[in-house]
């Protein structure tokens, strides 16, 4: 199992020392870090890899490369399946034609595609496979020297966040620049709203809300042929060890906004979760709901509900409530007690673009911007509430982060004939877990 030694393990005061200093040197928010980097890039071309070739890798590929102030080419692109690397090429070269400088010998197909990737010419990688194999791309891609971007979220398990935060570091020191896929953070109205709530707008937070509720996503059912690990492997979203459940792949968006207007992360977390619909054959051992009540140190809750149940009421939104008002933030709007609207943004959306724009335009001016250790702890705060909904028991985020407990052994997977991480029962089902039963920590 990938264990880390205690010298990696993490206290929340050791964060929160770190994160006073970069407060004090105005970064925090920005994510920029006071470093400079190993090469300012100017007007020069930047060399892009890409990792992941699904559907958020392609389109993260594009958008890095819409970025104005020189070129953005790509060089290199890795996946375990070829069919979904053809699939990404064509897309990327639909959008943006010679700037598509791969070739069938940068074109790597395998569970060791990203260290080729990683041995090719390029500045920067685009992380962008299902999260559980991110700490390894990403410690890897930092040991080799790569400017990085990655989706969220950045793991599925304690010791793959320990992981992250300890190549964080190193990205530091080495002068890279690391952002991570939480698009929220880069949009402009979400930005100017944060910004009335800290300066004041609503008085105190005394209660945050926060919900992912839809219908759920795609399953991509067993084909014939496949050995149990490809079906895992495509099947990703139903497998822990590959997704952390939904709420780390999704809702992680709404918590981290929580934690963004809190400028810290819970203590404790509590909740409830299952599995009410989720049963069919391919959904695997995900639940299909959470509830979860975290607590930050000033003794303010924060109220997380996600659900992917059909024909349900649905909200994808933060909220924020103070002594002076309340914050409607995913809406970009501010109400007095009264319940009248005293100010709204005219900000835009579009996050996704905007965080390519953003990180480009750092590299080209020769800052290093570092989005791990948020990033990381953002995840981490979904996993602490996966912990408290599987388990059915009031969890501590100092035992939460320093759980030794892997899902996987992602760095020994080499082909789709290696074991599954995980067993199906004997009627074909997988095992899910149960609150009051199911050991997280
Ligand atoms: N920021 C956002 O709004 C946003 C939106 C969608 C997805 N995402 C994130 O992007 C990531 C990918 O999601 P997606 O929707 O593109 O999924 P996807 O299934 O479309 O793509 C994942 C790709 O990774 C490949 N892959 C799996 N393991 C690999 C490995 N070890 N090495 C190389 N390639 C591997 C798969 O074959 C697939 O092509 C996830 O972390 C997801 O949470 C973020």
């Not at 040197?25 to 920005?30: C, I, L, P, T």
């Not at 090469?39 to 990792?51: A, E, Q, S, W, Y």
């Not at 620049?177 to 944060?194: C, F, P, S």
């Not at 953002?378 to 912990?387: E, K, N």
């Amino acid at each position: 199992m990938n264990q880390q030694p205690k010298s990696l393990q993490t206290s929340r005061r050791g964060f929160l020392k770190k994160s006073s200093i970069l407060v004090a040197g105005g970064a925090v928010g920005s994510g920029l870090s006071l470093a400079r980097a190993a090469h300012p890039f100017g007007t020069d071309t930047i060399k892009i890899g890409l990792v992941g070739c699904g559907g958020r890798g392609t389109g993260a590929t594009i958008q890095a490369m819409n970025t104005s102030g020189g070129d953005v080419n790509l060089v290199a692109m890795g996946d375990v399946f070829d069919d979904r690397l053809q699939g990404s090429f064509r897309s990327i070269k639909g959008k943006h034609g010679d700037k598509v400088k791969v070739t069938k010998d940068t074109q790597f197909v395998g569970y060791d595609a990203f260290q080729n990737v990683l041995a090719s010419d390029i500045d920067l990688v685009i992380l962008a496979t299902p999260p559980g194999f991110r700490p390894l791309h990403f410690e890897t891609a930092v040991k080799a020297g790569k400017n990085v971007f990655m989706e969220k979220p950045v793991a599925t398990d304690a010791p793959g966040i320990r992981r992250v935060l300890a190549a964080s570091e190193l990205a530091k020191e080495k002068g890279l620049a690391v952002q991570v896929g939480l698009q929220r953070r880069h949009e402009v109205a979400y930005k100017e709203t944060m910004r009335q709530i800290k300066d004041g707008a609503i008085g105190d937070i005394v209660l945050a809300r926060a919900y992912w509720n839809s219908g759920g996503v795609w399953v991509r059912p067993r084909q014939e042929k496949q050995t149990e690990l490809e079906y895992q492997m495509r099947n990703w979203y139903y497998f822990n060890w590959l997704c952390g459940d939904h709420i780390d792949e999704q809702h992680i968006h709404n918590i981290d906004v929580i934690n963004w207007l809190m400028d810290d992360f819970p203590v404790t977390a509590q909740g409830q979760g299952g599995r009410e619909v989720r049963h069919g054959k391919d959904h695997g051992q995900i639940f299909d709901h959470h509830f979860v009540e975290f607590t930050y140190a000033n003794g303010t809750k924060f109220i997380s509900q996600c659900r992917h149940i059909r024909k349900c009421y649905n909200s994808v939104s933060e909220h924020a409530h103070g002594t002076k008002g309340t914050a409607d933030i995913s809406g970009g709007k501010i109400y007095k007690p009264s319940g009248e609207l005293a100010w709204k943004t005219n900000g835009s959306r579009g996050g996704h673009q905007e965080e390519h724009h953003d990180l480009f335009r750092e590299l080209r001016a020769g800052n290093v911007p570092n989005e791990a250790e948020y990033g990381a702890k953002s995840t981490m705060t979904a996993i602490f509430g996966r912990m408290a909904t599987y388990s059915g028991q009031l969890i501590k985020w100092d035992d939460a982060i320093n759980s030794e407990l892997a899902l996987a052994d992602f760095d020994s997977l080499k082909s789709m004939d290696n074991e599954a991480p995980v067993k199906p029962n004997e009627d074909g089902s997988y095992p899910c877990p149960i609150p009051g039963e199911t050991k997280v920590l």
